[in-house]
């Protein structure tokens, strides 16, 4: 699997949704795209879905990165716990 639901910049026929979906489950998007179809043809409520997923993926590129962790002092140097507040005792 791909590390995060996107729609596709590059592999769109419409808003790239299937693309993105195919990569997301790392399969060929034309697979997806029958998919949909057979589902139009069959079930009738895809269109609502693609344009629900158009509407809530947001577009490749437009994911930020997720931030880089990197504190002014390392973690030898503190002297509180971050999370409780107590002084850290340190074994000499």
Not at 57 to 68: C, I, N
Request: charged share 20%.
């Amino acid at each position: 699997m791909g590390s995060q639901l996107v729609r596709s910049k590059s592999d769109r026929m419409i808003a790239g949704v299937c693309g993105g979906l195919a990569r997301y489950f790392n399969i060929d998007p034309v697979i997806v795209r029958l998919v949909f179809v057979l589902a139009v043809l069959f079930g009738g409520i895809s269109p609502l879905v693609y344009v629900i997923l158009w509407i809530v993926m947001p577009e490749e590129g437009a994911v930020p990165a997720p931030p880089q962790l990197n504190h002014p002092r390392p973690v030898e140097e503190w002297k509180y716990d971050p999370y409780t507040g107590e002084p850290i005792r340190r074994e000499s």
